[in-house]
């Protein structure tokens, strides 16, 4: 026999996933958000005066309580070989004379669009939370490193003079971006259906408009104006969408993070736990960033499921079911990683260890190279042809590095060709780094002042 754990097969089960996002996606859980759309429509269409208030009531209650066993709804499919059959005469075998009311009028889908609506709203609600978390510490950061100098990089090499905030701001923005988005799409994904076999309500009569409405208002969900017997696929391939655009962004950062802790740039590391945390098993100095690889691990499997969803908008007619398996992988997988990844990414943020002494030194190792654009643009000012001037500079920029005999400053003050525009010590001035951090530094401050308020 297992011992408990053993046959878990997923690593959702046991790896990865916040106790607390798990929860939403549990069978029980699933089984109770369908059972809530049952109750809802139960209300409604008494309310509608399609059967007695009393028989709504009784249903109502069989639906609450864990009263319907996922273990009896379980034998029931098996016995059905459909899950909304076997809830729905599960539910009435709780309901006595009532259960005859049971489903009345609807669709599997009526319940399971609906119960999906359900689903996207606790996601979207669960996933606004921890960008929540996440936002507020890449703002310290920001704020704290708003003036901490280092060089930037492009194509891997040194560029110019900036601040760690500044690059931190960048990321703070983007993941505000997503949260915008995010709010701006839960209308659209966090809807259901009542509207029967294709879409029309004809099986509820005259009272079709007042028993969606009712129950859809009950649950707090907006509607599919013109469904199908589905909710239209769009909606939750742009939620899909939306959840590889976050997870590419976690990606960047946690990419920045692995880069930047490169033993050759060391600018930056991950929170290592130094009493118990072991970075290799043979390897015994490697202190390796985990946390931000997994990160990027995961968000390459995440960024391949909204293929998946943009596959299931193409239907059949008003429905087939080659959507429905693939489903049921879709939103637990993509909710519960993005949710981790967002954990993740706020603990190393939270924890970072910066260098500056380190950021220092390696903003020193082009020997004042990373101001050149700063010397080139002076030039053009006092008169020498800006293609010209970039050419000077292209010349004594050759060669510069930590081994080279004389930095910039140097090679310039002795050009005869910068000595006709410049001094020595206007040279040295120009080449001050200072002034470009100086003007990281205040774009930073100015940036963040500004989202002092949108950060909750």
Not at 84 to 94: F, G
Not at 97 to 109: E, I, K, Q
Not at 176 to 199: C, N, S, T, W
């Amino acid at each position: 026999m297992s011992a408990p754990g053993e046959d878990l097969v997923c690593p959702l089960d046991f790896r990865y996933g916040r106790a607390e996002a798990r929860a939403l996606f549990t069978r029980r859980a699933r089984l109770d958000r369908w059972l809530s759309v049952e109750a809802a429509l139960a209300e409604a269409s008494a309310e509608a005066g399609l059967f007695p208030g009393s028989a709504a009531r009784t249903i109502r209650r069989a639906a609450e309580g864990g009263r319907v066993r996922v273990a009896r709804v379980d034998a029931l499919e098996r016995e059905t070989r459909h899950d909304i059959m076997a809830l729905t005469r599960a539910l009435a075998e709780r309901c006595g004379p009532a259960g005859r009311w049971v489903h009345f009028g609807a669709t599997s889908n009526d319940i399971l669009d609906t119960a999906l609506g359900l689903e996207l709203k606790a996601s979207a609600g669960l996933l606004r939370s921890s960008l929540s978390r996440l936002v507020p510490a890449l703002f310290r950061q920001a704020w704290e490193h708003r003036g901490t100098a280092m060089v930037a990089r492009t194509h891997g090499q040194q560029a110019v003079p900036f601040t760690f905030g500044y690059k931190l701001t960048g990321f703070l923005m983007e993941f505000l971006r997503h949260r915008d988005r995010l709010d701006q799409m839960r209308p659209r994904i966090e809807v259901g259906k009542v509207a029967g076999a294709v879409g029309t309500g004809a099986g509820f009569g005259d009272r079709a408009e007042a028993i969606e409405s009712g129950t859809l208002k009950r649950l707090g969900l907006g509607r599919e104006e013109a469904p199908t017997q589905l909710v239209g696929r769009d909606r939750l391939a742009e939620f899909l969408a939306w959840t590889a655009l976050a997870a590419s962004s976690c990606d960047r950062l946690a990419t920045e993070v692995r880069n930047l802790q490169r033993t050759e740039i060391g600018e930056v590391r991950e929170p290592f736990e130094e009493s118990s945390q072991v970075g290799s098993s043979t390897m015994a100095q490697k202190r390796n960033p985990v946390n931000a690889e997994n990160v990027s691990s995961l968000a390459r499997f995440l960024r391949s499921l909204p293929g998946v969803a943009l596959e299931n908008m193409v239907q059949w007619h008003e429905r087939d079911l080659a959507n429905s398996a693939n489903e049921r992988f879709l939103v637990p997988h993509a909710v519960l990683l993005l949710d981790d990844m967002l954990g993740r990414l706020t603990r190393i943020v939270e924890g970072l260890q910066v260098d500056r002494d380190r950021m220092r030194q390696n903003l020193a190792r082009g020997q004042g190279s990373t101001m050149a654009e700063a010397l080139m643009l002076a030039l053009t000012e006092r008169g020498l042809p800006r293609a010209s001037a970039h050419e000077l500079l292209r010349g004594l920029t050759r060669g510069l590095g930590p081994e080279a005999v004389a930095p910039l400053a140097r090679r310039a003050a002795r050009d005869p060709h910068v000595r006709r525009y410049f001094s020595p010590a206007e040279v040295k001035r120009v080449l001050d780094p200072g002034r470009y951090v100086e003007a990281s530094r205040e774009k930073t401050e100015r940036l963040l002042s500004g989202l002092r308020g949108s950060l909750d």
